[in-house]
């Protein structure tokens, strides 16, 4: 067998004998981002309850350990390109069963990092969780981002939403200075998108289910939910989370659609979303959710790569597989891979 499948199958073992041995990845220390010189001096603690500070920049990200080299990815991103790195807060969303060894590697990684961890009850959504065409769409962690209201402290008015299979290529801040207009919730829309398609048949031959449509500020189109500019306080007036559990208790009942955390918030939002530049969402980039399959970007600037669907770039990258765009995301990978020798 030649030096080179040797050395790449020594790295798939390394990989999997790790994964099997729930070990955590291991990742290079990231440099310390400073602020500009133009950038306000200031400071936020999670004791604030009713303070908002606009110039702390406020991000929630889940972390698990399927998805944690996208997430070190996605905030070694955001730091990268950010004019004031040091105003950016995170606030990452976990569960209690490896939230010690996700917390250690994020602090490992970024030792100059502003975060906070909180841990999700996986409890509040276990028995209302549908099966859906995709395993990872089913997991608990994914409906996280309903309860980001009821996780993060008072003192949050305002919060960027992010999936962990993401780079961001812009200043952050471009993003956080969106006017909501209003809007409880801010993200791009694709009206082109096929709305009707992301329900079934029961749910359209429900009169009291398409009346949920009815009176929105314009027609419902779709957006996705893995990049989400969102107003906590309008939300928790509103009592959003009750409206989008109420939906997840109809799916278990009705089968109105397929797929995960999604359809939920289209249901609650769709034709009440304050629309954004497509450049903050540039998805689609992992294929769709059965094969993965490479694309290409979509036409028009870019400030935001997502990769969602089945294809990850981390995971295609390994298996010397990658798509041409995986290249764009490599250089945010600080994975340390296995040393072939040791020093002993």
Same mark, same amino acid.
């Given at each position: 067998m030649p030096p080179s499948k040797l050395i790449h199958l020594f790295l798939i073992l390394t990989v999997t004998i790790n994964l099997c041995a729930a070990e955590l990845p291991s990742f290079r220390e990231a440099p310390a981002f400073r602020n500009g010189r133009e950038c306000p001096r200031t400071t936020w603690s999670s004791l604030d309850k009713q303070i908002h500070n606009p110039s702390i920049i406020h991000i929630a990200m889940t972390l698990d350990t399927a998805y944690l080299r996208g997430s070190v990815a996605g905030v070694y991103s955001v730091l990268h390109h950010a004019t004031c790195p040091e105003n950016i807060v995170f606030h990452f969303?976990?569960?209690?069963?490896? %939230?010690? +060894?996700? $917390? @250690?590697?994020? $602090?490992?990684?970024?030792?100059?990092?502003?975060?906070?961890?909180?841990?999700?009850? $996986?409890? =509040?959504? +276990? %028995?209302? #969780?549908?099966?859906? !065409? @995709?395993?990872?769409? /089913?997991?608990?962690?994914?409906?996280? @981002?309903?309860?980001?209201? /009821?996780?993060?402290?008072? %003192?949050? @008015?305002? !919060? !960027?939403?992010? /999936?962990? /299979? =993401? #780079?961001?290529?812009?200043?952050?801040?471009?993003?956080?200075? #969106?006017? *909501? %207009?209003?809007?409880? *919730?801010?993200?791009?829309?694709?009206?082109?998108?096929?709305?009707?398609?992301?329900?079934t048949s029961k749910f359209w031959s429900n009169p009291v289910f398409t009346a949920s449509l009815k009176g929105r500020s314009r027609d419902p189109c779709y957006f996705n939910t893995g990049v989400m500019v969102i107003d906590l306080w309008k939300w928790r007036e509103g009592k959003y989370t009750e409206k989008l559990e109420k939906w997840m208790r109809i799916q278990k009942r009705y089968r109105i659609y397929e797929l995960g955390s999604l359809p939920p918030f289209l249901l609650v939002f769709a034709g009440d979303v304050e629309g954004m530049e497509h450049r903050w969402n540039q998805h689609g980039l992992g294929g769709d959710n059965l094969e993965g399959l490479c694309r290409a970007l979509h036409p028009g600037p870019v400030s935001l790569l997502h990769w969602s669907g089945k294809g990850k770039p981390w995971l295609r990258i390994d298996s010397k597989k990658p798509c041409p765009l995986d290249s764009l995301w490599a250089p945010y990978d600080l994975f340390r891979y296995p040393s072939l020798f040791s020093d002993s």
């Open positions: 969303i976990t569960t209690h069963s490896h %939230g010690s +060894k996700l $917390t @250690r590697a994020i $602090t490992t990684t970024f030792p100059y990092l502003n975060f906070h961890v909180y841990y999700f009850n $996986t409890n =509040l959504v +276990k %028995g209302k #969780i549908s099966s859906s !065409i @995709r395993r990872a769409l /089913d997991q608990p962690l994914n409906y996280a @981002r309903m309860f980001l209201a /009821d996780l993060l402290p008072a %003192g949050v @008015r305002r !919060i !960027i939403y992010f /999936d962990s /299979d =993401l #780079i961001v290529v812009d200043d952050v801040v471009n993003l956080w200075s #969106i006017n *909501l %207009g209003g809007h409880v *919730l801010g993200a791009p829309e694709y009206c082109h998108a096929n709305f009707t398609s992301y329900f």
